[in-house]
Nanobody, 121 residues
């Protein structure tokens, strides 16, 4: 399975962006992670195939929403009320294993190339 992320860019504080990640095949859990300069990769959000179960990091709760369109094998991350600390390269990830919306990177088998989000103050 190949993942292609898009939608990153430069936005001002308080603005919004929507990231997309298209998968070349069917997946069960899809998630987003991010890595800021000089920091370790961290979990952002995840969603199961049915969309009925989601998980998100405390730092983005209430601001970011994950969703998916299984007909398009695509996961989205709607990011609102963006802050400078959201600046990072965002990676989508996926697994075909039947898991919950896991925040652990080791549980994902496929990773996209990353898309840069820059939030200016």
């Amino acid at each position: 399975v190949q993942l292609q992320a898009s939608g990153g860019g430069l936005v001002q504080t308080g603005g919004s962006l929507r990231l997309s990640c298209a998968a070349s095949g069917r997946t069960y859990v899809m998630g987003w992670f991010r890595q800021a300069p000089g920091k370790e990769r961290e979990f952002v959000a995840a969603i199961t195939w049915s969309g009925g179960s989601t998980n998100s990091a405390d730092s983005v709760k209430g601001r970011f929403t994950i969703s998916r369109d299984n007909a398009k094998n695509t996961v989205y991350l709607q990011m609102n009320s963006l802050k400078p600390e959201d600046t990072a390269v965002y990676y989508c990830a996926a697994t075909q294993r039947v898991l919950g919306p896991t925040p652990l990177g080791v549980n994902y088998d496929y990773w996209g190339q990353g898309t840069l989000v820059t939030v200016s103050s």
